[in-house]
Nanobody, 114 residues
């Protein structure tokens, strides 16, 4: 019933930027914390950033602090991740998560390569 669609990934050179979008259908996200995760090949899924529902307080994993910005538009039921100064180690499939649900979408591929 909860449908999550991630988009906005692509191929960029090191130092480039991308804006990822997560659109949620069948569920209202306004009262839920939202998160971005990523998973690189042969690595564990990693929490990248979280934004809370009540105050929009944001947290980031150390490796992306100062480069990534998570934001939300509850009126559009949408989550965003602005990714700047991309590094090869940022390459992964990126997923969004609604609260504690595990309704993972297909993810969106981010490739960072010269």
């Amino acid at each position: 019933q909860v449908h999550v669609v991630e988009s906005g990934g692509g191929l960029v050179q090191p130092g480039g930027s991308l804006r990822l979008t997560c659109t949620v259908s069948g569920f209202t996200i306004s009262t839920f914390d939202m998160s971005w995760y990523r998973q690189a090949p042969e690595k564990e899924r990693e929490l990248v950033a979280t934004i809370t529902s009540t105050t929009s307080f944001t947290t980031y994993t150390d490796s992306v602090k100062g480069r990534f910005t998570i934001s939300r538009d509850d009126a559009k039921n949408t989550l965003y991740l602005q990714m700047n100064s991309l590094k090869p180690e940022d390459a992964a499939v990126y997923y969004c998560k609604v609260g504690r649900f595990s309704a993972w979408g297909q993810g969106t591929q981010v490739t960072v390569s010269s």
